[in-house]
DNA sequence: ATAATTGTCCTAAGCACCTAAGACAAAATC
DNA sequence: GATTTTGTCTTAGGTGCTTAGGACAATTAT
């Protein structure tokens, strides 16, 4: 997959999102295998451990079922990857209107600017 | 001022877009007096040196002018808040647009989303 | 059976960030 | 003239992130 990572904040959280981004949007199917840590560390570009601190993480929210000596497996529930799918997008919205609003534009403003950045 | 500070990236850029935000957005007058490090250090809850480091980048994109041991003060040039104003909602904009298409979400979508996260 | 794979744990080192606190020159204030 | 204020610089220490590489048990592949 395509990375996009930055010196900004940790990379492990980067990864974690971009992961997780993938996953509720169907790049990585449910319920088939996921690649190994190594592979995807070498992929990223990134250490072993730090690859491995974010595959763990999501594997705490239950997006990725870890087989010890097999690799790893995406989920099967699909409510729960459209639940994830539903708060990212919550979250990113909010986050977006929080901004505006801090940079003093008024909602029309928003709506505008928006339709007009899509085409 | 209002701060919104969390541990997820280094406190000094936080510092930084906030004050950036409250510039642009007027809170702090163009041309007037603007407040010293240690106030606004105390006030935000960081260090001293935490807050200078925010300070001197606002200066050197020319936000604020430095006057050596009478204080700061907003820089009095609106054309250049109001493209820095511009060019913050820009990247808001390309950030939220890029983040919502990486979770599959289509053009279309996104427009009822907001229209329906602003009432 | 032997070798390779896989997830996982561990130690060590380097680095940036943050805090804390002292110090200084120059201007403002009293 | 003496004190305070202001921006700035400096040193020191603690913490988390990242890399690097070694190691292990359990499973898979040959």
Redesign the pocket.
């Known amino acids: 997959m395509k990375w996009n990572l930055d010196d900004s904040r940790?990379?492990?959280p980067q990864l974690k999102e971009q992961i997780m981004q993938a996953i509720v949007a169907g790049e990585y199917p449910k319920g088939e295998a996921?690649p190994?840590?190594?592979?995807l560390a070498e992929d990223a570009?990134?250490?072993?451990?730090?690859m491995?601190?974010a595959?763990?993480e999501l594997?705490n929210i239950g997006l990725l079922i870890?087989?010890?000596?097999?690799?790893?497996t995406v989920t099967g529930d699909d409510g729960l990857i459209v639940k994830i799918r539903e708060e990212l997008a919550q979250a990113n919205i909010e986050g977006f209107l929080r901004e505006m609003d801090a940079l003093g534009y008024e909602p029309a403003e928003v709506v505008k600017m928006i339709e007009r950045g899509l085409k």
């Open positions: 940790p990379i492990w996921f190994t840590v190594r592979d570009g990134v250490n072993r451990n730090t491995q601190r595959l763990s594997e870890t087989n010890r000596t097999s690799g790893r």
